[in-house]
Every structure is written in C-alpha cells, then in structure tokens.
C-alpha cells in the first residue's frame, strides 16, 4: 500500500515540475532604454532550467498612449528563450507598428515567460517616451539628432523634413538656443525687429551680434542659408576660441566677408568639405545645420 502511494505521489510530482504550472517565476527588475531607433529591454532571467528551450519563449507586452495592453488584444511580441542570468531584448521601433498607436507619444512595456503554452504572470512595468520624428534623417546624422532633441534646440518648423535647406530663420533658433545652454551668449527680451520673421530669434541672433538681416525690418526669415553665411554666423558666435585656419579648395567662390570663418570652422571641425571642395554657395540642410549646433555645444560648451 506504501509502495502505491509513493508512487502515485511522484507521478504528480513529476508531472507538475515538468510543465512548471502556476510555480513558473516572474521576470525581475525590468528595465527599458533606447539605442538608435530600437527600445531595449533588460531583466534578470529568474528561470532559466526549462528543460525544452525551444518551446520556451519570452513574451512582451505593450502599451501606448494609456491605451489597452497588447496582450488585452490577443497580441504580444514573442522573443526567443535564453538561459542568461540577464536577458536583452532589442525591440526596432518599426516592430511596434500594430501593437500600439501610429502616433504614440509614450510606451509601457512588461514581460512575462511562456512555457509550452503555460504563461508566468507578467513583470512590473516599465515605461518611456517614444522616438522623436526626424522625417527623411539620413543614417549618420540620427546621433547627432537625438543630442539636439535632448538639447531642446530643434526648432518646431524643421521636424518636416530633415533633408531640406535650413531657413535663416530656423537656423537663428538655434545659434541662440546653442549659445545659452553652452554659456556662450543670452539675448533675452529683444522685440522682434523684422516683419517677415515668426519668431524673435532673428533679433535675439542679431543682438548677439551672430546674424543680421538685410534691412531695418526685413531678415530674409524664410530664404535658405548658404554655407559661406553658416560658416561666419557659427564663427562669430565663437570669436577668438576659434584660433586655426584650414585652407580649403575652392575658397575663391566663397564671398571676401566669409573667407576667413569658412577656414577657421573648417580647421576646428565644426563644418566640412566634400573633397577639397567646401560649396560655399551651397544650402544647408536641416539635419547638417544641426549637426554643427552639437559640434559646436560638445566642443565650446562652458562647463
């Protein structure tokens, strides 16, 4: 009779230890950054003995905008099972297309385990801000692009197209954003002295003595800005810490007054020619003209 019972008894044990049941762990101390344009999530693995890992997976759950879970509907995104102490799970934004909200300005994620179709309740959840829109950003100027989202110098207008030419206007925005949270200049409180400009920043560039317009009232706000005119607007921003002079191949299409500077930001990194080629009458994209903004911030910032 003991003999029976002992072994009806290991027979329930064997089969409740090997589908794991209601004792299969919660993933533990959960957390989520960004890198490019993916989420990545980390936890501390709390099993890792499934005897079988492939049909042993890890399920995240998603939720943006205070919307439902993507569980609450049926979905969740499966990543495969590993037995490290510590688990990474990389998440492309693209991959969260359908399992929350097109515009999203947030996300929540949690993670739980499935075993062979038995599930261990989910982790604390964890949450973050989604990506910026940068439309149209070209692959290396994405880095420096979350540096100037994180900076606060983007201006509002400029998030259509990161590809098209800067306006002055825009660019103004940022020279005089840049220069006061790198401690180089602060020109609060000037009326705008221009008609055509939206905004006060094209005053506040000319009171610090980077930018001027083209007559008492009129800045040109919305005409491209040319290379050569980048170039002397980040030099005068910067004055004598610029002290190097690069000589740069095509330097006599470039106007008399825009010379000089165009040597001085070549030398000091901040801009740069194709070639030997400097296109001083060329146009500056968005997404360039913000790239110098961060050279410029990491390099002169006053700290």
Request: proline share 4%; hydrophobic share 40%.
């Amino acid at each position: 009779m003991k003999k029976k019972l002992f072994g009806i008894l290991a027979l329930c044990l064997s089969l409740t230890g090997s589908v794991y049941g209601a004792s299969i762990k919660t993933p533990a101390h959960l957390t989520v950054t960004t890198a490019e344009d993916s989420y990545v999530l980390k936890f501390d693995n709390t099993e890792r003995s499934f005897k079988n890992v492939t049909q042993a997976a890890f399920e995240v759950d998603v939720m943006s905008n205070c919307s439902l879970w993507s569980s609450g509907r049926g979905k969740v995104l499966t990543k495969p099972y590993d037995t490290a102490e510590t688990i990474s799970i990389t998440i492309p934004q693209d991959e969260l297309k359908g399992f929350a909200d097109d515009e999203a300005t947030g996300y929540k994620f949690r993670v739980r385990y499935d075993f062979s179709g038995q599930e261990s309740a989910f982790s604390s959840e964890v949450s973050i801000g989604s990506f910026p829109s940068f439309k149209n950003a070209s692959p290396w100027a994405r880095e420096a692009l979350y540096v100037a989202q994180d900076l606060h110098i983007i201006p509002q207008t400029a998030l259509n197209d990161m590809t098209r030419s800067v306006t002055r206007e825009e660019l103004a925005e940022m020279l005089v954003k840049t220069a006061e949270i790198a401690g180089l200049g602060r020109a609060h409180g000037h009326d705008s002295l221009y008609t055509d400009a939206a905004t006060d920043y094209p005053s506040q560039a000319q009171a610090l003595g980077i930018m001027t317009g083209y007559g008492p009232q009129y800045f040109a706000a919305a005409s491209p800005l040319t290379r050569e005119d980048m170039a002397v607007s980040t030099a005068r921003l910067l004055g004598d810490k610029l002290q190097g002079s690069a000589v740069v191949g095509d330097s006599n299409l470039a106007s008399p007054y825009a010379k000089d500077a165009i040597g001085k930001v070549v030398s000091a990194g901040l801009m740069s020619e194709s070639g030997s080629v400097f296109n001083p009458k060329g146009t500056v994209s968005v997404q360039e003209a913000l790239l110098v903004m961060v050279r410029l911030y990491d390099g002169y910032q006053i700290k």
